[in-house]
DNA sequence: CGGCAAGATTGATGAATGTCGATATCTGAA
DNA sequence: TTCAGATATCGACATTCATCAATCTTGCCG
């Protein structure tokens, strides 16, 4: 195990680095790989960046059906990930669903990663 | 070469704009997924955490692979697609492979959630 | 030279994912 | 109540992905 800087292997009880966590923790590295997934493809970007200029800031499913090129059970599909995700909220009116985007949720999402 | 068609009505503030451009082209959504793409693993994520928090901002393999818990070849795997995204760089001396953050890199990514 | 260590690449495999067609659920109207 | 439209859910399929074992490439040093 030649190491290029020798790397002192566990004798915690160091003075020199005292709270050095060497990373975020595997649960927490889980969770925002979810959000981070729900962004990962590019039809659901297309529909979050619809439903961000949208007018009134949301938008039903008739409306991103056409503009994705997508069957409807697919966009419902995605709709539904970006709800879970936390990045949009769905409103049912009469027999139509309204999405919308979630207040601070990119810039939450900006500060999953400036605090990696 | 400029078209001189190029101007977009930005400022035009109290008329609408008829041709509302929807949402973010395809293509363009196709080439920030694949950004967010390589964000989407937790141990991708764990990675980035671990470079940045290494001393000297910059890691080899070797010291990637036990907190991990991964195998060598999958590690690598992991720092490839990390690189090919832009957001690590690899450097090689001698025999091992410095990882180092691209500077400026995740405050990019994060403009990518901002400009939807 | 030969051997060795670090890291990258290849091939294979099981799991996750995106998409669609068919169907179910729910709501307003006749 | 019955019908029609909007949306959600289910089942299936093809593709992509994460992981590992084995192998290849490269650079160091005896």
Redesign the pocket.
Known sequence: ????QTLEPAVDADCCAPTQKPAISAGEAHHRALVF??L?????LRLLSIVKRADGGEA????L?EPL?????????????LVEAGLLS?E????????SLVPGAVERTAGLLASL
């Open positions: 195990m030649s190491s290029p997934k729900a990962a493809d590019p039809n659901r039903c499913v008739c409306d059906t090129d997508l069957g409807q059970p697919t966009v419902s599909h995605h709709l539904k990930i769905r049912k009116r009469g027999t139509w669903a309204y999405y």
